[in-house]
């Protein structure tokens, strides 16, 4: 009895630590970038407001009826895609950007309607994300309009759907390499528009920083950022005016 009891503490605390571990490793977050938010904070074209389970930015100016539910890479802050999203907004369309449970995207299971209520006024709705955001915006697709991925690809089949999606890929991505994201094009609809920006990198798709195995950009970030945005503008014009795909 006392060599079983003595087992169960150690397996208890076993699973304790390793539980421990694992909240304190997925809570060290890469952070955004300061003076990138802050830009986007004092433009006058774009609101920001902090909706507790999301960031919602809305365009001050005149809105096209389009919003995109995008959800954050692996352990990135939400505001570090203020930036990349900047001139969207400005031109009209609303994006909230998600908080991801625990900052990883599988641990969160709520659905678009949870954050589709932070914007009543939007008419069509688009979910993206950026890396395993990305991944995780393809299981929900089947519930939007269409799908954005930025320095993604799906792992599951959605090749028979007929939402409209965009693909930005970087040519310099160490992480979701071109060589990944062409072997994944298969399981994308046949008319998925695919945009590769020469000398971007997988960071470029947010305002953190480096990242840990990717490869040097051979762009700036700001010529990376105008391209993705000028992409994502271009495709927003091809949603639907309604939900009649859904």
Known sequence: MNRVLRWSAWVVTV??????????????VMQGTRSAALQVWRDDRVAVRDAGDS??????????????????????????????FRQVVAAGTTVVI????????????????????????VRSWAVGGHSLGGVRACQLAPDADGLLLLGSYCANDISRSYISVLSVSGSRDGLSTPEKVDAAR??????????EVQGANHADFGAYGAQPGDDTAT????????????????????LPSGSALR
């Open 219 to 238: 762009i700036s970030r700001t010529d990376a950022r105008q391209q993705i945005a000028a992409a994502i503008e271009e495709w927003v014009r091809t």
């Open 98 to 121: 998600t908080k991801p449970t625990l900052h990883l995207a599988f641990f969160d299971t709520r659905g678009l309607s949870t954050f589709e209520s932070h914007a009543p006024d």
């Open 55 to 84: 960031v919602v930015m809305t365009p001050t100016g005149s809105a096209n009826g389009a919003g995109i539910v995008f959800i954050p890479g692996a352990k990135v802050d939400p505001y570090a895609y203020m930036a990349t």
């Open 186 to 195: 298969h399981l994308l609809p046949s008319n998925a528009t695919m945009v």
């Open 15 to 28: 699973i304790v630590l390793i539980a421990v571990v694992f909240l304190v490793w997925a809570n060290i």
